[in-house]
């Protein structure tokens, strides 16, 4: 289970869905779990966060490729690659 995974209130953005760094720091912690459990058949995380709207949390984990078990659970399947080597910069 991915229980927390939130940025301090200096650098947080107010919409999740925006925050760049939380994307990045998310992925970085979903990969080291997948790594470190490798035969996980799936992640499951809380459908909401005490920080943001219920609504906007659940569009983040949306992106993030989860989608809803119940009312209180996301999951998904793990990606079985390093998640932040899918990651790239737009150098153009």
């Not at 499951?44 to 809803?68: K, M, N």
């Not at 209180?72 to 150098?91: L, T």
Request: glycine content about 2%; overall charge negative.
């Amino acid at each position: 289970m991915f229980w927390e995974c939130l940025l301090d209130d200096w650098c947080r953005q107010e919409v999740p869905t925006r925050d760049a760094l939380l994307h990045r720091n998310w992925l970085t912690v979903e990969s080291l779990l997948v790594e470190s459990l490798p035969d996980a058949e799936q992640i499951v995380t809380p459908s909401w966060e005490d920080a943001c709207r219920r609504e906007a949390w659940q569009a983040f984990l949306r992106d993030q490729g989860y989608e809803p078990e119940s009312p209180a659970v996301y999951r998904k399947q793990p990606a079985r690659e390093k998640a932040y080597k899918n990651m790239s910069i737009d150098k153009s």
